[in-house]
Nanobody, 120 residues
């Protein structure tokens, strides 16, 4: 059974930094896409950053220039370095992985989420 386990959330002051990490267990294949989504209270879950196996990245406009995603394909791990954090970055951050098959629908995997709170 595939599990994604996040770590690194917490409380940080505005302007501070945090690093989130996620490791996939129970996976014998490489996930085609890994990344991060977030959900703030009363809002829909939104994409933060993703990276494909070849290294293509996609960022939400609100985090460009402040966040950086990285991954280790062989270990199926993904990290998110978050700098210059703002109160509006406060949310539960979810690790996401996707396996794309040549035939049939892709399969999405989600972590349990880790809370990030930006407040003075």
């Amino acid at each position: 059974q595939v599990q994604l386990v996040e770590s690194g959330g917490g409380l940080v002051q505005p302007g501070g930094s945090l690093r989130l990490s996620c490791a996939a267990s129970g996976v014998i294949f490489s996930l085609n896409v890994m990344g991060w989504y977030r959900q703030a209270p009363g809002k829909q879950r939104e994409l933060v950053a993703t990276m494909t196996s070849p290294g293509n990245t996609d960022y939400a406009d609100s985090v460009k220039g402040r966040f950086a995603i990285s991954r280790d394909n062989a270990k199926n791990t993904v990290s998110l370095q978050m700098n210059s954090l703002k109160p509006e970055d406060t949310a539960v951050y979810y690790c996401h992985g996707k396996r794309i098959y040549r035939t049939g629908p892709p399969i999405d995997y989600w972590g349990q989420g880790t809370q990030v709170t930006v407040s003075s």
